[in-house]
């Protein structure tokens, strides 16, 4: 249900919430892949170094909007047609989080670069975040901002990317003997639209070491539906998803991700 912010671990903490980066114990690296029936495709890279008094995590994405047809009249007056790239993007970051097992404070610094038809942009921008724990480590409240300062520009124009906020609250109940029933809610503004969000998400792990999930993402003031299974095997980790979109089709999602210890 995109309600991720104070569950985010691992290399998904790379783009998700730097401050979640000090409880990654190890080298870990991850792959994610996501489509969907439009044509729609996403793929990202993420790496995350722990040391002795903080975590160092890198990440880079890539995103293609799809094909569009273009048609264009030639001298002699015929008509022809051609397929170009909607829109494409790529995202690099690099973040870093601090902290205790109670306390801790991420930041990354983001760099996009995109391109729409034949125009070319690039922006700058920055996330800070923090998450608290409570001592029995069941309860974690997080908070972050996201994309501050980002301003896109293309040729002789500039355009502001809106700041995100994001405030998010989860509990795991540890009802089970090899995991755990877990809650999350995000509440998201964006300065950039009228209405605020709220996603919500549930995990549940009937038997180890498989998890299964079911969300609600807010878009628009529509309640989206998503489901997934998280499926682990000694250093790897395979999760995929299926979530509904606007345009009234299904997003698909894998990730694969490894530790080495």
Excluded: C
């Excluded at 991720?4 to 919430?17: M, R, T």
């Excluded at 896109?152 to 609250?169: C, D, H, Q, T």
Aim: no cysteine.
């Amino acid at each position: 249900g995109n309600a991720h912010l104070a569950f985010a671990s691992g290399p998904d903490a790379v783009f998700l919430n730097q401050s979640a980066l000090p409880y990654a114990k190890s080298q870990e690296i991850q792959i994610s892949y996501f489509r969907s029936f439009a044509g729609m495709n996403y793929g990202a890279l993420a790496y995350v170094y722990h040391l002795d008094d903080f975590t160092l995590g890198a990440g880079a994405v890539y995103y293609n909007a799809g094909k569009i047809e273009l048609n264009s009249i030639n001298n002699n007056g015929t008509i022809s047609s051609s397929e170009i790239t909607a829109m494409s993007d790529w995202l690099f970051n690099l973040g870093i989080g601090a902290g205790n097992e109670n306390l801790s404070v991420g930041a990354s610094v983001k760099t996009l670069f995109s391109k729409i038809a034949f125009e070319r942009g690039h922006a700058f921008m920055l996330d800070i975040n923090s998450s608290l724990h409570t001592k029995d480590q069941r309860f974690i409240f997080a908070g972050a901002i996201n994309n501050m300062g980002g301003k896109i520009k293309y040729v002789g124009v500039s355009e502001e990317i809106p700041a995100v906020m994001k405030l998010g609250m989860g509990y795991k109940f540890g009802i089970l003997d090899y995991g755990d029933l877990a809650l999350e809610a995000d509440f998201v503004y964006n300065k950039g639209e009228d209405k605020n969000k709220y996603n919500a998400g549930i995990e549940y792990f009937p038997l180890y070491p498989v998890s299964v999930q079911f969300g609600m993402q807010d878009i628009k003031g529509k309640k989206l539906l998503s489901t997934g299974f998280s499926f682990k095997y000694g250093k790897l980790v395979l999760d995929y998803a299926l979530a509904r979109a606007m345009q009234e089709y299904f997003i698909h999602r894998i990730s694969l991700s490894y530790k080495t210890n």
